[in-house]
Nanobody, 123 residues
Framework: QVQLVESGGGLVHTGGSLRLSCAASGRTFSTYVKSWFRQPPGKEREFVATISSGGAVTSYAESVKGRFTISRDNAKNMLYLQMNSLKPEDTAVYYC????????????????WGQGTQVTVST
């Protein structure tokens, strides 16, 4: 069993920055893919960013490319999402998730999810 706990969300003005963290505990594996998804108000959960087990491969949604950076620290069982140049459309609940195997941008492929952290970007 894997437990994931996100933190770092909050209220920020347009153009601001936030850094989300995700702490993993329990049966965690450095070989697992880790990703961030988000769910805007009234919308489906959507892919944000993913990182391979060793951290060498990353992939981002087009809407966040160049503004967000995903990283991980396997020694600490931590996952991060640095979010810069935030926009009102980035407002959502952000979730970290993990799975074994290959990278995927489909939420249905992921096994373990955190409870989410709210990010609100005001105009």
């Amino acid at each position: 069993q894997v437990q994931l706990v996100e933190s770092g969300g909050g209220l920020v003005h347009t153009g601001g920055s936030l850094r989300l963290s995700c702490a993993a505990s329990g049966r965690t594996f450095s070989t697992y893919v880790k990703s961030w998804f988000r769910q805007p108000p009234g919308k489906e959960r959507e892919f944000v960013a993913t990182i391979s087990s060793g951290g060498a491969v990353t992939s981002y949604a087009e809407s966040v490319k160049g503004r967000f950076t995903i990283s991980r620290d396997n020694a600490k069982n931590m996952l991060y999402l640095q979010m810069n140049s935030l926009k009102p459309e980035d407002t959502a609940v952000y979730y970290c998730t993990t799975k074994g195997g290959l990278i995927s941008i489909r939420a249905g492929d992921y096994t373990y999810w955190g409870q989410g952290t709210q990010v609100t970007v005001s105009t």
